[in-house]
């Protein structure tokens, strides 16, 4: 805990001469809820840190950076704390440590995944299903994949509401979840104010890279979902049970979504590897890439799957996708996906003021 | 450096002025050496730490809102300058402005709406999307697009002027001599504020304790060097333009984060805890160039601002906390100051107080002492509410005034005709329009405008040889 004070106080040093300047107050929602202040409280740091996309605007415009003596880097300053806040926040906390920081655990626990589902298609096999479920069936699937949907989702709840309590947030009401989620659809915080995007991988230069591959990630991984819910319903509901056809719902969806999740995750990481590291979150890059691999993995493997559906190579890409998945959704409270959730409610929290 | 072998212009500086110039003679189709003194990240001298530019318009411009005329502006002008004002000069500064706006826009610039607490400028005062270093990054991307060659720590160090014209510049870099033979030379280097040396021997030896607002690297080595050679000068040359700053603030580059707003609603006392003026005067933003010279005249050129609880969220938080105290004894010790004096100064402070039922921090509110000397005549609430809070106060020079004096085509002269091939733009000439005071934002019209008319010039001569 003593980490985290420190990261707080540098924080809050920084916070206080940024208020006193005011320069960047356009760039982004961080500055006008940061000039509303006259004093942080450790909350309303935690929320500035998860306001703050690190789009980076206000490093490059900053007189006091170093070698000036005030050594401002608002970016990294509040990578730190909003970083600290997710292994805080966690729930369980000791998986939130475990993992935030750590892209080897990650890597470590995608292959467990693998070896589960390798592990699983091969001791119960198939009960005579067909396509993938003559793998595994849908049962075994099943019994696999809902608490490993269900479990994460507790998980967050619960680390939202500990975190609306710590920015003291009010009661939400519809309309600033409404705010934040037009805020999120178009990235507004990575436009810059001006709308020519962020600086992430070509210092001072303006550029709309970062924000065009995050929303090719985000809306890529919603068709994702979408796909498979869709394709729930079209089980349980229509009785119509997979193998779907290429103008299926399920599958134009999935086949458009992982494209977009591919593509995106790539540069992604390509804009990372680019990025400097010294405006991000400290020992945190490691685990952001795993993280980024983890997912569009996820994606790759799932168009794989279909792509060599017929071949012999399925029931392999079947576990493969399969475990992927399933590193990725018990994983998805303790990595960077949590940000997703936190920065949303920051939003609402923020539509509040 | 790959560099120009050479270059039809170099523009020796590398902030506003220097840039707007750059970029225009580019444009022109010359080719172009910046000469900049900085390291890369202190490039753009004190435009960095600039955050608007004052625009004349018709209707709304960009950020700005109604309108903003030519004798308004220049009324503005003459108000703080007390009439000592070039109105030529003046006015196609101002009347320039209006088209410098989408220029700038055009080559990078970004605005926001006034910032918090900026209210007033709304109109008048077009701000940067952040500040004056965002502006600076902006045209060094635009001039590097047009092919500008940038040299950093390039100290100019003399220009040989013969009859009239300069023949070449030398500098430094990486400890290595350079000589360059241009066409035509843009001076955009700014004053000579960071010498404090000079700064001394023009002001006197108190000016050893002025902190300086902006950049290190104002240092007047080519204003010097030119004014020696007999190259027409303007402007007091013992004067500077400075405000009462915190005096906890670097020796250097402290910027906006070290301006202090909450004199009006105090008492200000000199290191034997007495008061010497009247610190309910005017509004701050009327009065805090007057502070500086208040406090450069004090005894080792410091003050100290004395409040109390009720008053601490009057004005806006400043970088460095106050100090705070639960009794005045203690805080008269925190602060270095003599205990019991300033126990009896806020005393008689208080007893010379008198109905406060109309205080209001925002106008001036009658709120006076009686019978004190020397009074204060709006905001004046007797300090007794504990904590007591201090801050010291030091004078913090933006800018000199001695400079190069320049036509309407922003050319130099020696004697009574132009230097041929001299141009100069931004705080190096603007004692040229200045000649005393400052109104906010017009130090980047200045450069601005002239500037592009520098860099114009500059352009020209050097295609037409």
Redesign the interface.
Same mark, same amino acid.
């Given at each position: 805990m003593q980490m985290q004070s420190d990261l707080l106080q540098e924080a809050r040093r920084q916070a #206080?001469?940024c208020? %006193? &300047?005011?320069? &960047? #107050?356009?760039?982004c929602s961080v500055f006008?809820a940061l +000039?509303a202040e006259?004093a942080f409280s450790d909350g309303d740091l935690t929320q500035l840190a998860n306001l703050c996309h690190n789009c980076r /605007? &206000?490093y490059? %415009? &900053?007189?006091?950076? %170093?070698? +000036? #003596?005030?050594e401002l880097n608002l970016p990294q300053a509040l990578a730190n704390v909003r970083q600290e806040s997710w292994e805080d926040l966690a729930f369980p906390q000791v998986a939130g440590r475990a993992f935030q920081k750590n892209g080897v655990a990650i890597a470590v626990v995608a292959v467990i995944g693998f070896a589960v589902l390798f592990w699983t298609a091969k001791s119960l096999g198939s009960e005579g299903g067909e396509g993938f479920y003559a793998v595994l069936s849908h049962n075994a699937m099943v019994a696999i994949f809902l608490p490993a949907f269900l479990f994460p989702l507790v998980s967050i709840a619960i680390s939202l509401r500990r975190y609306l309590k710590r920015v003291d947030a009010e009661p939400l009401k519809p309309a600033h979840l409404v705010k934040a989620l037009k805020q999120a659809a178009q990235m507004r915080n990575l436009k810059g /104010? +001006?709308g !020519?995007g962020c600086n992430f991988e070509d210092e !001072?230069?303006f550029t709309h890279a970062r924000r065009m591959a995050h929303q090719a990630v985000m809306y890529g991984f919603l068709l994702c979902f979408t796909s498979t819910s869709v394709a729930t319903v079209m089980h349980y509901v229509l009785d119509l049970p997979a193998p779907y056809g290429l103008f299926s719902l399920p599958k134009l969806l999935g086949l458009s979504g992982g494209l977009l999740l591919v593509l995106g995750c790539v540069e992604l990481i390509r804009l990372k590897l680019r990025s400097d590291r010294a405006l991000g979150a400290q020992g945190a890059f490691g685990a952001e890439i795993a993280f980024v691999g983890l997912l569009g993995f996820v994606g790759l493997s799932g168009l794989l799957l279909y792509a060599l559906g017929q071949t012999a190579a399925m029931p392999l890409l079947l576990a493969v996708h399969l475990g992927a998945v399933l590193a990725f959704f018990l994983l998805t409270p303790f990595t960077k996906m949590a940000h997703g959730f936190y920065r949303l409610t920051a939003l609402v929290v923020d539509a509040q003021r | 450096m790959s560099s120009i072998e050479t270059p039809d212009i170099v523009v020796i500086g590398g902030g506003n002025a220097a840039l707007c110039a750059a970029i225009t003679a580019a444009e022109a189709g010359a080719r172009v050496l910046i000469l900049e003194a900085a390291p890369k990240p202190y490039r753009g001298g004190n435009s960095r730490h600039t955050r608007n530019f004052r625009c004349m318009h018709h209707g709304p411009l960009g950020p700005l809102v109604d309108s903003y005329t030519e004798d308004e502006y220049l009324a503005d002008l003459l108000k703080v300058t007390g009439g000592k004002t070039h109105e030529g000069l003046a006015r196609l500064a101002i009347r320039t402005s209006e088209d410098c706006l989408p220029w700038m826009e055009a080559h990078g610039v970004r605005f926001q709406p006034s910032l918090s607490g900026t209210l007033s400028l709304a109109r008048t005062n077009a701000f940067f999307l952040g500040g004056g270093k965002g502006l600076v990054n902006a045209y060094y991307r635009t001039a590097e697009k047009l092919g500008v060659q940038v040299a950093y720590e390039a100290a100019v160090t003399h220009l040989e002027l013969t009859d009239d014209r300069i023949d070449f510049i030398d500098y430094t870099q990486d400890g290595q001599t350079h000589r360059v033979a241009p066409k035509s030379v843009v001076v955009a280097s700014g004053g000579f504020q960071a010498d404090t040396d000079w700064l001394a021997r023009a002001w006197g030896p108190a000016a050893k304790n002025f902190l300086i607002r902006g950049t290190p690297y104002n240092r007047g080595v080519v204003l010097a060097d030119l004014l020696d050679q007999g190259v027409e000068q303007v402007g007091d040359p013992t004067q500077c333009h400075a405000v009462a700053i915190d005096g906890r603030a670097p020796k250097f580059d402290g910027g906006i984060v070290t301006r202090l707003d909450c004199v009006p609603f105090s008492i200000v006392v000199n290191k034997d805890a007495q008061r010497f003026y009247d610190e309910g005067e005017d509004v701050w933003p009327k009065r805090y160039a007057i502070w500086g010279r208040l406090v450069a005249a004090q005894p080792d050129q410091v003050g100290y601002v004395i409040i109390d609880a009720k008053s601490l969220n009057l004005f806006m938080p400043s970088v460095f906390p106050p100090i705070k105290a639960d009794t005045l004894e203690e805080l008269a010790r925190k602060m270095d100051l003599p205990a019991e004096a300033l126990v009896q100064t806020v005393a008689e402070f208080n007893a010379a107080c008198g109905d406060t039922s109309t205080f209001h921090p925002t106008e001036l509110d009658g709120v006076a002492t009686t019978g004190l000397t020397p009074p204060k005549t709006n905001w004046a609430r007797p300090i007794t509410e504990p904590p007591f809070y201090g801050y010291s106060l030091r004078t913090g020079v933006t800018f000199t005034y001695l400079g190069l004096k320049v036509d309407e085509r922003a050319q130099c002269a020696i004697g009574n005709r132009p230097v041929s091939n001299l141009w100069a733009a931004g705080e190096t000439m603007a004692g040229s329009i200045l000649g005393q005071g400052y109104l906010a934002g017009f130090g980047m019209t200045i450069g601005t405008v002239f500037g592009r008319i520098a860099g114009k010039e500059a352009a020209a001569h050097a295609n037409a040889i």
């Open positions: #206080e001469i208020n %006193a &300047c005011r320069y &960047c #107050e356009g760039y006008p +000039h006259r /605007g &206000c490059y %415009a &900053c007189q006091y950076t %170093a070698p +000036h #003596e005030f /104010g +001006h !020519d !001072d230069r | -």
